[in-house]
């Protein structure tokens, strides 16, 4: 019996999108936003980072599919049908900026990490640029807004989003295999 595999891949989009993925685009140039899916800080438990992009064959995508191999801080891909992962290593100081952003220590980003976000946040055109801009500095505005929304006191030391889901940073909970065998497909008289 022939057996085909299929890959289903569940997208819930998480923080590091936001918050990650742009420090490492400042390095790698991260081209075809509109192809690329979602970021992992995992695969299983390898602690590189990912990025999942819907593969094109239009030759402007295969062209840059190729720098990015070439890059010095990749490390490989995975096919999943018509989706690509491409897994990179981190550099020293992205380590750093992970272990802030796994604590949900926005506000201690580098101002070089800060105005990356930025950066990337007005590359794609995001509307909650602003917002985002005012989590990374405990804007007291955003603070006070905060606190008559939820009816409670935030203290002026505490950031303003919360930690990481960090089973939404790890790619392999959101993949899953199916195997199918070719002869379910087969009518009887084609056998």
């Excluded at 602003?130 to 905060?146: F, G, P, T, Y």
Aim: charged letters at 35%; a negative charge.
């Amino acid at each position: 019996m022939k057996e085909l595999n299929k890959s289903r891949i569940e997208i819930i989009l998480n923080k590091s999108l936001t918050y990650f993925l742009p420090m490492v685009d400042a390095q790698v140039d991260f081209r075809f936003l509109h192809l690329l899916k979602n970021c992992y800080l995992y695969d299983v438990d390898d602690g590189n980072f990912c990025v999942l992009y819907e593969w094109s064959s239009h030759p402007e995508f295969v062209k840059w599919e190729k720098e990015l191999m070439n890059h010095h801080l990749f490390l490989g891909h995975e096919d999943y049908d018509k989706m690509v992962l491409y897994k990179f290593r981190l550099s020293p100081n992205m380590r750093e900026a992970k272990e802030l952003f796994l604590n949900g220590k926005y506000s201690m980003f580098t101002d070089e990490h800060k105005n990356d976000i930025d950066n990337f946040l007005k590359k794609k055109n995001a509307s909650n640029r602003v917002k985002i801009r005012n989590i990374l500095s405990r804007d007291e505005a955003l603070r006070k807004e905060m606190e008559k929304s939820l009816g409670t006191k935030i203290d002026p030391n505490d950031e303003l989003s919360s930690k990481p889901n960090l089973h939404n940073e790890n790619f392999s909970n959101f993949r899953e295999e199916i195997k199918f065998n070719i002869e379910q497909f087969l009518n009887e008289g084609d056998k």
